[in-house]
């Protein structure tokens, strides 16, 4: 493992989704997961967040509407409350969700919605 990029992806990491869940997250590694944390970590903290030609907010965005059509809930949750984290608005993850509806079906922006909503009232945003 690059420890470079893993460091890079590690900072990434945090100032997006938070210094306590991601070491949470690494302290609860094993042998099993561990080398998966890191490499994700390197690869896709480090090299894809690292790459600073798009900014992290629009990073956000991105993520927002991919995790959200792949139907990847638990993900879209934890990468809605690091969207707010950069700097996206209510009013653009609505948005989001508004396209992720058009193209990926209403009942996936029914859910959206709904794990959008329980994120934004635990942070006292609506």
Same mark, same amino acid.
């Given at each position: 493992m690059d420890k470079t990029l893993f460091? /890079?992806? &590690?900072?990434k990491r945090k100032s997006t989704l938070g210094d306590e869940y991601v070491e949470k997250n690494l302290a609860a590694a094993d042998d099993f997961n561990r080398p998966f944390q890191e490499? @994700?970590? !390197?690869?896709c903290w480090g090299f894809g967040w690292g790459d600073e030609t798009i900014d992290a /907010?629009? *990073? =956000?965005?991105? $993520? &927002? !509407? @991919?995790? #959200?059509? &792949?139907? /990847? @809930?638990?993900?879209?949750? %934890?990468?809605? *409350?690091? !969207?707010?984290? $950069?700097?996206? =608005?209510?009013?653009?993850? *609505? !948005?989001? %969700?508004?396209? %992720? =509806? %058009?193209?990926?079906?209403?009942?996936? #922006?029914?859910e959206c919605f709904r794990v959008a909503r329980k994120v934004l009232e635990e942070l006292e945003l609506l």
């Open positions: 460091e /890079k992806g &590690l900072a490499a @994700m970590t !390197a690869w /907010k629009t *990073r =956000s965005m991105m $993520n &927002l !509407a @991919m995790i #959200g059509a &792949l139907g /990847k @809930m638990h993900e879209w949750e %934890i990468h809605c *409350r690091g !969207a707010i984290t $950069n700097g996206v =608005s209510v009013e653009e993850i *609505r !948005a989001i %969700i508004h396209v %992720i =509806s %058009i193209y990926c079906g209403v009942p996936q #922006g029914v």
